[in-house]
């Protein structure tokens, strides 16, 4: 694949960054579009989502919004161009099969004002597979490769059929396992962010207890983002707070002052490599 840039216009808080550039001229952001039915009426569960915003975090990339959607035109355009005012990269998941309801690659089409076409090469890949597998050659299959025009192929040795990608936003299948090795093949295309550093610690207390002091750190060190995540364990009840800056020294300062509190808090906890 090429490299992908993103699209030549961005909102006022978006701005491009080169890639093999150290200094990122701002955050990188991306949106996410969950589709299918299936989802929403619970018959599979969504896991693309938390593999996306995982590996997009990964190389300084942040998820600003995710959305789950129906199979539904309409809802597919409109997410797509409401997510496009804020977002450098879009990816979708899911609709772009060979069935009645596998929409999405005919909705990013019309998002975008553009015309569908069958992808030559998209095309080759389908007729060795199906001479290899002895299958019959139909309409039906050819739908899997019926893309935007000028659309780039999303394409690995491990997966069968290729998604695609086309200005900002990148088409993958609903398919977990096929989804990943996908992303995989993306990845190494799209430029960087700041990269996040980040420090995490588990305390045993209430929120209620523990939310002023917070408030208060985050004035103070204004460049770390601060989040708080109760959850129980067996019978006690435990907030993980988690920092993250792409400050590494901001975020040491905030961690010495965290440990200072926590040591004259009168609370348990522990930090978490």
Known sequence: MNTIIGKNEFDKNNTCHNQGNDT?????SAGIIIIGDEILNAEVADVNAFYIIKELKRIGISTKEVRIIEDNEE???NSIKDLRKNSYYIFTTGGIGPTHDDITSEAVAKALSLTL???PEGKLMLEKYTQRKHLEYNKSMLKMVLFP???QLIKSDKIIMPGFYIDNIFVL???PEIMKEMLKAVIPTLSHGNKIYSFSFNIESSESYIAEKLEQF?????KVKIGSYPYQDK???LIKITARSDDIEELNRAKKSFKSWLENSGCKF????
């Open 24 to 28: 990122p001229l701002i955050e990188i």
């Open 75 to 77: 809802n597919i355009i």
């Open 117 to 119: 076409e069958y992808h």
């Open 149 to 151: 025009k000028g659309a």
């Open 173 to 175: 299948a609903g398919v």
């Open 218 to 222: 985050e004035k103070q060190f204004e």
């Open 235 to 237: 019978n006690t009840l």
């Open 270 to 273: 522990s930090f978490i490599d």
